[in-house]
């Protein structure tokens, strides 16, 4: 069966300080994946979204950015947070085909002080 | 994607079915109706989803109104561990790349 890990759980950074999550798909090839950002009592923004290895779609204009090394892992990353960038990120995934069923990671909240 | 309304806030004795209403009554007829839900501080779960006919797994039931307008997911049995946000979300499946929009959902509280 298909699994989806992130990485850290919970981060605290300071403002101005850079970032990198990772989100890693088990048991599955070539997925299409997400990230998606959840602020306190609010709805998911969709960040970013591959359909391949290299092949990145960015959704808003922001701080940061999001990079697909290999097929079954996704980074997101930024060069100097900011306040405004604290948040819960999800990772989800679904199949390259058929139906887009997205399933989600259990997430990274992150804290910038 | 289709607006959804869904109230805001639901309280279900546990054991009981949980009947959680949605109306989308601007769907379009090549989107399907999806739930999810999200319990606090966790990623969100999918439930299970259809497109004009009623869907049973091993979650949850969704039935769907002929006209498409609305639908409901039923919990057959809640319990505690079935408190959480749910989301109904209508989208264009085979959409690569495509967002879910999430609203505000139904908070569900299971209480013993």
């Known amino acids: 069966s298909q699994t989806i890990h992130q990485w850290p759980a919970t981060l605290v950074q300071p403002v101005g300080s850079p970032l990198s999550l990772e989100c890693t798909v088990e048991g599955t090839s070539n997925p299409n994946l997400y990230w998606y950002r959840q602020a306190a009592g609010r709805g998911l923004q969709l960040l970013f979204y591959s359909v391949g290895i290299g092949q990145i779609s960015s959704e808003v204009p922001q701080n940061l950015s999001a990079s697909r090394p290999q097929d079954r892992q996704f980074i997101l990353s930024s060069k100097k947070l900011l306040l405004s960038d604290s948040g819960f990120y999800l990772c989800a995934w679904s199949a390259g085909q058929g139906a887009q069923t997205q399933y989600f990671g259990p997430g990274t909240r992150l804290l910038v002080l | 994607d289709a607006k959804t309304t869904q109230p805001t806030s639901m309280d279900c004795a546990e054991g009981r079915a949980a009947n959680l209403p949605c109306n989308h009554s601007t769907i379009s007829g090549n989107e399907y109706v999806y739930w999810y839900r999200q319990i606090h501080s966790q990623g969100p779960q999918y439930i299970i989803h259809?497109?004009?006919n009623n869907e049973t797994n091993e979650m949850a039931s969704l039935i769907i109104t002929e006209d498409r307008k609305s639908s409901t997911l039923i919990l057959p049995h809640a319990t505690l561990r079935d408190t959480a946000v749910y989301y109904c979300i209508v989208r264009v499946v085979y959409n690569q790349g495509g967002k879910l929009i999430f609203g505000q959902g139904t908070e569900l509280s299971v209480k013993p």
């Open positions: 259809g497109l004009k």
